[in-house]
């Protein structure tokens, strides 16, 4: 029987006799290295491949502090990015107005700048010109850059999505009898977090337009940074702010509001404001491949 969960894993007391074993076995060994051999033992792995070593981490720590297990001593703590990270510096481009039909800017490109020389332009462009600005994703995420004539008009950026969000299983059909369902294939559904037209880009039906030009790319693009495409999107609006029209445009529905509760409310009352939730199907099957 499980008697720990973290991160949607389920952890029996068998597991953790095999993790103390695992420790003895290993007396050197660093909280990384056991982490790393924790990963291989169970095949706990990313989708590309990868190790799943920080979630691991996460959990041994989890037990070491619950008094399950005993980790060795830290042995090197690194500097923490996160701690002092620096903002986003402004860049230099062209802010010229431009006010046209959206058929005088064609050709519109658009660039999934992740990992691309141009990722510091979209976390800049964010930064400065985004109500929210710039946050750096945790996890799966893209960036896109859209161009017209030599120049960036709009960014968005996309990342993994919430693990539990009721308007959104139950649009997509998930049930509590599917939760692993849930756990496995969060992963194949991508959150719209951030979408800005430059303030200064003046040009009707461009944001529908890009929203319908990302559509098509995501799962392709998805698929090619973390070995495994994407069958759903969802999004966040704020009705105090937007009236999503572009979204709706685009062919987004809504699917529901949000309760007002973040993730680690421990009350039934809204401590945020409510926002419409609403998605796309990026695949005719995206229930049917939601839930396998």
Not at 96 to 116: N, V
Not at 273 to 282: D, F
Request: one cysteine or more; aromatic letters at 10%.
């Amino acid at each position: 029987m499980p008697v720990w969960r973290y991160r949607g894993r389920a952890v029996t007391t068998e597991e953790i006799d095999f993790i103390r074993r695992l420790i003895a076995e290993h007396p050197t060994a660093s909280r990384r290295r056991l982490s790393e051999k924790l990963c291989e033992a169970w095949q706990w792995k990313q989708a590309n491949g990868a190790l799943r070593d920080m979630v691991c981490r996460g959990l041994l720590l989890m037990l070491h502090r619950a008094g399950e297990i005993e980790l060795p001593a830290i042995r090197y703590r690194p500097p923490n990015p996160l701690a002092r990270r620096e903002r986003p510096q402004p860049m230099l481009i062209d802010t010229t107005p431009l006010t046209c039909a959206l058929s005088d800017i064609r050709p519109i490109l658009l660039e999934q700048a992740r990992k691309t020389a141009d990722e510091p332009l979209f976390n800049s462009l964010m930064e400065q010109h985004h109500y929210l600005g710039y946050e750096q994703p945790v996890g799966e995420h893209l960036k896109y850059l859209v161009w017209a004539q030599g120049r960036p008009m709009a960014c968005m950026a996309w990342s993994s999505a919430p693990r539990h969000l009721g308007s959104r299983d139950r649009y997509t059909l998930y049930r509590m009898e599917r939760a692993e369902a849930r756990r496995r294939n969060i992963r194949l559904i991508a959150y719209n977090t951030r979408f800005l037209i430059l303030p200064w880009i003046k040009v009707p039906h461009l944001a529908s337009h890009i929203l319908g030009r990302v559509a098509a790319t995501l799962p392709a693009d998805w698929k090619r940074m973390y070995s495994h495409p994407v069958y759903f999107a969802e999004t966040f609006i704020d009705p105090g702010r937007f009236r999503g029209t572009c979204y709706r445009a685009a062919n987004w529905v809504l699917m529901g509001r949000t309760t007002g509760r973040g993730k680690a409310s421990n009350s039934y009352t809204p401590n945020r404001s409510i926002k419409e939730v609403l998605g796309l199907a990026l695949t005719r099957r995206f229930r049917e491949l939601l839930s396998e």
